[in-house]
C-alpha cells in the first residue's frame, strides 16, 4: 500500500491537464488551405459560399469567420478572455455581463434551496417524530421524490405565470425531497436514549427539538442536503435554458442559438466552477453541524 | 412506608402474529427505603432492566402502580434519573454541556455563574477535571460512564436509577469507577435501585440484593441482605467472612434456580409469581 501514498496527485492532475489540452487543440486544429487541384470555378465557388477568403495576391485562406467543426481551447480561452473583461458591462435586456449572470444563478439557486432545506426539515421532523403520519405519507413521498423536477415546469409556469418564479420553485421541486425524506428517517431513527435523556430531564418541546432532535439528527440532514443540493445544482441549469431567464444556464443556450460553441464551452466551465464553489461553500457549514459518535 | 415502591407490578408484550401475550413479570412488588441501595441481579432477559425502565417511567406497565415518597408517579421526571448502561451522552455535546443541561432542566431558576460551579462540582467529583471541553468520542468508556454518573448525581434525583452502568466498561476500570460510586453515594446517601448481572459488584454497592428468576413471568424470588459493614472498598469486602457465603448463595441461585424457579416446589424458592420473596440473611 505504501507506493500510493508516494507522489504527489496534482502532479497527475497537471499531466492529465496537459494531456487533455493538448489532445484537444491537436484534434480540433485544421491544415491551412491549399488551393493546389482545384478549378477556378471551384474555388469562386468556395468563396461564394463563404467557405474561404482571398488573402494576399491570389492566395486564399479558410475564413476564421465561419464556423467549422469544434473550436479548440485557444478559442475558448480567447472567448473567455473577452467575457471576463466585460464580466460587469450589460450591453443589453438579454446581454448581461458574466458576473451578472452567475449572480443571478446563484441567488435563483440559493432562493429555492435554503426555501425547500427549510419546508423539507420542519415536515421532515413531524414526519420523523410521529411514525403513523411517516408511514401514510411516505407513498406520496416516493411517488413525488423520482420526478424530474423539469417535469413540473409547464405546470408550475401555467400556476404562477411568471418565470423568474418558476425557475426558483424548480429548483425547489429539485431539492424538497431528498431532504425531506433523509430528515424523517435521520429524526426517525434517533437513538432511543438521547429521547429518553430529553424525557428524564422533562426538556420542554421547543429545547427538546433544539438541543437534541434535530443536533442528533443532523449528520443525516447533511446527508439529505448534500445530495438535494447537487440535484438542485442540476435542475437550475436546464430551468433557465428553457425559461428564459438570465443566468448561466441561459448563457449557455444563447451562446448556442449564436452558433457560438467557444461561448458554449465556456459558459459549460462557468457552471463547473460555479458548482465547485457553491459545494466547498456546503461543505464549510456540513462540518459545523456534524458530530462524531 | 418505603420509599419506593413498585406496587403489584405486571407487564404484558403482546404476542407475535396476535399470539397470547407475553408476560414478562406479574404482581411483582418491591420497596425501597430512603437511602438504600437497592439491586437487582438476574440472567439476560429476566425483565430487570424492563423493570428498571417502568420505574423510571420510561416504559409503560400494564398493572400496578409506582409509588415515590408516597405519591404515583407516571411518565419519566427528574426525581428519578437514570444512568444508561451505554451511556446516552449527547455526542454533539462536550462534557461540560451535557452536564449543564440536566442541571440547567433541574434549576431552571439558576443564574448562569451558579450553574458552572454546580457543573465543576460534580465534574471534579468523577475526577474529570481537564475533560471538560471534550466531546463523547473523545472519551473512553470508563470516562464516558464517570460523565453519565455525574450527570445524574448533580441534579440529586430523589431516586437513582443504575440500568447496568458498568456493563460496557472494562474490568479495571469498572472496579475503579464502582469504587468512586461507592464514594459518592456515602457522601450523598441517595436512594439507588440498580440492576446488573454482576455478583461482585452487587455485594460491594448494595444493602440487598433481589434475586430475579428467568423470565417469562419472572420474579424476584429472594431477596438477600447484605451484611457487611459499610464503608466498603474492593480489598476489604472480599475480607469479610460473609463475602463468599453471600456470593456462593447468589451465584448458586443464578446458576441452579433461577431458570427453573417456579418448578422447584418445596426448595428455597416455591410458591407462585406475586408471593413474599423470601429474606436471606447471613
Known sequence: MKTHENGSPWIISVFILVIFLGGWHLLTLRPSFHAKGKTDEQLQMMEFNGDIVRAGAEGYIWNPEKMNGVPGPLAVVEKARTELSEAFVIKGTNDHGIAYLVLYTVSRFAGGFLAASVVAIIFGVLLGLNRVLFRAVNPFIQVLKPISPLAWMPLLLYTVKDPKWTAVLVV???????????????????????????????????????????????????????????????AVVPAEMLLGELGVGYLSWIEWNNLDIAGVIFAILVVGVVGVILDSGFNKLASLVTYQE | MS???????????????????????????????????????????????????????????????????????????????????????????????????????????????????HVHKYIGLVGLKGAEDKRPIALSGGMKQRVGLARAFSIEPKVLLLDEPFAQIDALTRGVIQEELVQMWNATRNTVFMVTHDVDEAILLSDRIMLMTNGPSSRIAEIVEVTIPRPRSRDSVIEHPHYYKIRNHVIHFLVRHASHGAAAEGSILGGPSGTVPLVVRF
Open chain 1, 172 to 234: 425547489f421541486m429539485a431539492a424538497v425531497w431528498p431532504t425531506l425524506a433523509t430528515t424523517a428517517f435521520g429524526v426517525s431513527s434517533l437513538k432511543k436514549e438521547y429521547l429518553h435523556v430529553a424525557a428524564i430531564l422533562q426538556l420542554s418541546w421547543f429545547k427538546r427539538l433544539y438541543r437534541v432532535i434535530l443536533p442528533g439528527a443532523a449528520p443525516t440532514i447533511v446527508n439529505g442536503l448534500r445530495i438535494a443540493f447537487g440535484s438542485a445544482l442540476v
Open chain 2, 3 to 117: 420509599f419506593l415502591i413498585a406496587d403489584h407490578v405486571s407487564k404484558f408484550f403482546p404476542g407475535h402474529a396476535g399470539g397470547e401475550d407475553v408476560c414478562i413479570f406479574k404482581d411483582l412488588t418491591l420497596k425501597v427505603d430512603k437511602g438504600e441501595f437497592v439491586t437487582v441481579i438476574g440472567h439476560s432477559g429476566c425483565g430487570k432492566s424492563t423493570l428498571l425502565n417502568i420505574i423510571a417511567g420510561l416504559e409503560t406497565l400494564s398493572e400496578g402502580g409506582v409509588i415515590l415518597n408516597g405519591r404515583e408517579v407516571s411518565g419519566p421526571g427528574l426525581d428519578r434519573m437514570v444512568v444508561f448502561q451505554n451511556f446516552a451522552l449527547m455526542p454533539w455535546m462536550t462534557v461540560f454541556e451535557n452536564i449543564a443541561l440536566a442541571v440547567r432542566s433541574a434549576y431552571p431558576d439558576w443564574e448562569q455563574a451558579q450553574v458552572v460551579a
